[in-house]
C-alpha cells in the first residue's frame, strides 16, 4: 500500500519540527517545506525571534536531514506581500488593529500552501499548531482546541473549512507543549530547546509603529487627543499608532489612569477615558466563517473570545443583515478592538468567527 504524501510547514521551530517527526515514525511519506515570506525576515539580528529568518531555513534543513525527508524553500513572497504585509498596513490605516498572523495562516499556509502540496500529489498539509481536527458523527469536520490550554492555538484557525480541514493534519494538539519538547529531544532535534517565535515576521524588534512610519507614512497626521466628552487633553503624532486599551505612551498627565477607548479616524482624534470606558458590552462582527455549522440561522449561546491570549466570555450571538452578527457579552470584555477576531466557542469546539468591526462601549 503506497505511504500518503503530506508535506510539513517547517518554520525552523520546535512544534514544527516534531510534527515532521512524529509523521514520519507514522509512516507518512513527508517532504518539509519552508516558506520564504518576505525579504525583511531575511534581514533580523540572529536574536530576533521571528520565524521565518535564514537561520530558521538553517534549523529545518538540520532537523530535515535528521528525519530523513526531502526539504524545499518555496517563495511565497509576493502572496505575502498581497495577502499580509499590505492588509497590516491598510486596517491600521482605517483605525483598526490587525492580526497578520491570523491572516498569514489563512491565505499563505491554510490556501497557498495547501495549493503547492496537492501540485506536488500530497495528500495533506501538516503544521505545528496546538489544535485539533475531528469529525462528528455525521462526517463534518471540527475544529477542537488543543489540549494544551495555555497554547491552544484555535482562535487562529477559525477560518478554516470543511474542503481544507479535510487536507490538514495537526498532531500537536494532542500534546503539551513541555511534551513536545521532550520528544524532540527524544528524537534528538537540534530545536528542542529553541525558544518560541514571538514577534511579527516582518516587523523587526517587534516595533509596528517604526514599520508604518518608514512604509505608510501617509496615514499619520497629528491631531488631538480627547477625553469622552470631547475636550482636548494632549497631542497625537497619528490615529494609527494607538491601540485600544492602551495607556502607556500617551503623554498626559492625570488625576486618575487614562485608557485608549476609541480611535476616531473620521474626526482624527485619539479619545481617552478611564478604566471602566474600555469595556465593551457588546460588537459587530463580519468577514464570518462557521465551521461547526452552515450558518447563523438564529440566536444562540456561546462562548467569545475577543483577542488571542484572552479568556473567554459567555455571549449570546445574533444574526444581523449582510452577513454580520451582533455578540452580546453577559459580562463586559476588555479592549475590543476592530480588526481583531472573535473566535465563537462551544466548549473546546470552534463554532466559527470573523473580524472585530464595532464594539458598544459599557456605560457604568
Not at 216 to 230: E, F, M, Q, R, S
Not at 259 to 274: F, K, P, Q, S, T
Not at 311 to 330: D, Q
Request: glycine residues 8%; negative net charge; charged residues 25%.
Amino acid at each position: 500500500m503506497e505511504k500518503k504524501k503530506v508535506v510539513v510547514a517547517m518554520s525552523g521551530g520546535v512544534d514544527s519540527s516534531l510534527t515532521a517527526a512524529l509523521l514520519v515514525e507514522r509512516g507518512y511519506d513527508v517532504i518539509g517545506v519552508t516558506m520564504r515570506l518576505s525579504e525583511e525576515s531575511r534581514d533580523f539580528e540572529e536574536n530576533d525571534r521571528g520565524c521565518c529568518s535564514l537561520s530558521s531555513v538553517d534549523d529545518a534543513r538540520r532537523v530535515a536531514e535528521i528525519v530523513g525527508i526531502p526539504h524545499y524553500v518555496m517563495n511565497f513572497k509576493d502572496m505575502f506581500q498581497e495577502k499580509v504585509i499590505d492588509y497590516f498596513l491598510a486596517d491600521y490605516a482605517k483605525g483598526w488593529t490587525p492580526n497578520p498572523c491570523i491572516a498569514c495562516n489563512r491565505y499563505v499556509k491554510f490556501e497557498g500552501l495547501l495549493q503547492k502540496a496537492m501540485e506536488l500529489g500530497a495528500s495533506y498539509v501538516a503544521t505545528g499548531h496546538y489544535a485539533r481536527i475531528g469529525q462528528d458523527e455525521t462526517g463534518r469536520y471540527l475544529l477542537k482546541k488543543g489540549i494544551d490550554e495555555k497554547k491552544d492555538q484555535s482562535y487562529a484557525l477559525y477560518h478554516l473549512n470543511q474542503s481544507s480541514l479535510a487536507h490538514f493534519l495537526m498532531p500537536l494538539g494532542e500534546y503539551t507543549k513541555v511534551e513536545t519538547r521532550e520528544l524532540a529531544e527524544k528524537y534528538s532535534l537540534p530545536v528542542a530547546h529553541k525558544p518560541d517565535s514571538q514577534e511579527i515576521c516582518f516587523v523587526p524588534h517587534d516595533d509596528y509603529k517604526a514599520y508604518l512610519r518608514a512604509h505608510n507614512p501617509a496615514c499619520l497626521h497629528p491631531g488631538d487627543i480627547v477625553d469622552t466628552a470631547g475636550h482636548v487633553l494632549g497631542h497625537h503624532e497619528g490615529v494609527p499608532l494607538y491601540t485600544i486599551g492602551q495607556r502607556k505612551g500617551l503623554g498626559i498627565a492625570a488625576a486618575h489612569p487614562l485608557y485608549v477607548v476609541d480611535l476616531d479616524m473620521a474626526h482624527n482624534r485619539v479619545v481617552v477615558g478611564g478604566a471602566d470606558d474600555v469595556y465593551a458590552d457588546s460588537l459587530v462582527a463580519g468577514d464570518l466563517n462557521w465551521i461547526a455549522i452552515d450558518a447563523l440561522a438564529e440566536p444562540i449561546a456561546v462562548t467569545a473570545k475577543v483577542r488571542y491570549g484572552k479568556r473567554e466570555g459567555r455571549a449570546r450571538i445574533e444574526p444581523l443583515a449582510a452577513g454580520k452578527v451582533r455578540v452580546n457579552f453577559a459580562e463586559p470584555q476588555r479592549a475590543v478592538t476592530p480588526g481583531q477576531s472573535v473566535v465563537f466557542y462551544d466548549g473546546d469546539t470552534v463554532v466559527g468567527g470573523g473580524i472585530i468591526e464595532a464594539a458598544n462601549h459599557h456605560k457604568s
